[in-house]
């Protein structure tokens, strides 16, 4: 958890740099998304060993060569074993770490530290227990000495997650659902144009992310930036991305990238839909369980 909230403050005070149930009006979004470019990114961890008494230090190699793009507003999603390197190449997207080799760029500009412009949304909220929802929502703006005239932008944010009655409560009066809400509402006040969002769902309970993904999907049409979801949930990459990509055990090659040709809102019992889950299951070597 702390270095999470590390994380955030790493994010929102770069220099550099609703979900509520009413129909989002407008389908034109606010804003351009980032484009990013990942060139044969290759990453290894540093490894100690210790047999009997000897020390060894070994690489543990995570990624290998791994390329890929995010077009401006698009939603990638990334499904893969447990291990392969998905969350490692999202810290990598955001800046935390540098790789140990290749390139990540954002408009042609290499990704050399976070940056507001790209934000995480961790499985965990990560919220500060002594801070006010408000108060955790305006962090980066804090962080950031943006001048107080701006602080509108926490209200809209809270308005979008639909958290405005909630705005003076602090995070242990909130549910799972409503504080992953303003974990997210932290990220919208920056106005990112990449949201990077590794499992943001993935512990809140089976009803409750059935409703937030819906809410993700109207707040990414409206605000039009490009999402990197990491999910070891099939339907919901099917649900919410425009292109799936698949990643074999670690390191991870791209044994499948599925542009997914339905429309929005997807349901879950079109046949084409079931068709794709399927497929994705098969590329995940899943065919035996369906
Ligand atoms: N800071 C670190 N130091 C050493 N090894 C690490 C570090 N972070 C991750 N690893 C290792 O890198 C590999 C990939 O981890 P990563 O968290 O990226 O996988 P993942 O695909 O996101 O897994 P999961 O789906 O279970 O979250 C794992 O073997 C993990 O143990």
Redesign the pocket.
């Known amino acids: 958890m702390v270095n999470a909230l590390r994380q955030i403050l790493q994010e929102t005070s770069s220099d550099a740099a609703t979900l509520d149930s009413v129909a989002v009006q407008s389908s034109s979004p606010t804003q351009q998304g980032a484009f990013i470019d990942i060139k044969n990114v290759s990453h290894h ?1 540093a ?1 100690n060993h210790k047999n009997g008494s000897a020390e060894s230090n070994a690489n ?1 190699p ?1 990624l290998d060569s791994v390329r890929l793009q995010v077009q401006p507003g698009e939603f990638v999603a990334l499904l ?1 074993p ?7 190449l999202l810290r990598l997207v955001a800046g935390l770490e540098p790789p140990s080799a290749g390139h990540i760029t954002q408009e042609k500009q290499p990704i050399k530290q976070p940056d507001p412009s790209r934000i995480v949304v961790f499985q965990d909220p990560t919220l500060f227990p002594w801070r006010t929802v408000r108060d955790n929502v305006a962090l980066g703006l804090q962080a950031r000495k943006v001048p107080k005239e701006q602080y509108v932008r926490v209200d809209e944010a809270l308005s979008l997650v639909g958290l405005t009655e909630f705005a003076s409560s602090y995070p242990h009066q909130l549910s799972g659902g409503m504080a992953q809400r303003a974990a997210l509402a932290r990220a919208l006040v920056n106005e990112p144009k990449l949201l990077i969002l590794d ?1 943001p769902l993935g512990k809140l309970d089976s009803l409750t992310r059935l409703t937030m993904q819906g809410e993700l999907l109207k707040l990414w049409q409206k605000a039009g930036f490009s999402v990197l979801l ?1 999910t ?1 949930d099939v339907e919901e990459a099917l649900f919410l991305a425009n292109r799936v990509i698949v990643f074999s055990p ?1 390191p991870p090659r791209t044994v499948a990238e599925l542009q997914v040709d339905l429309p929005y809102p997807r349901h879950r019992t079109d046949p084409r839909f079931v068709q794709l889950r399927q497929q994705l299951l098969r590329d995940l070597g899943l065919s035996d369980v369906t």
């Open positions: 961890f490894q543990l995570v893969g447990s291990g392969c390197g998905k969350s490692t499992e990491v070891h670690r």
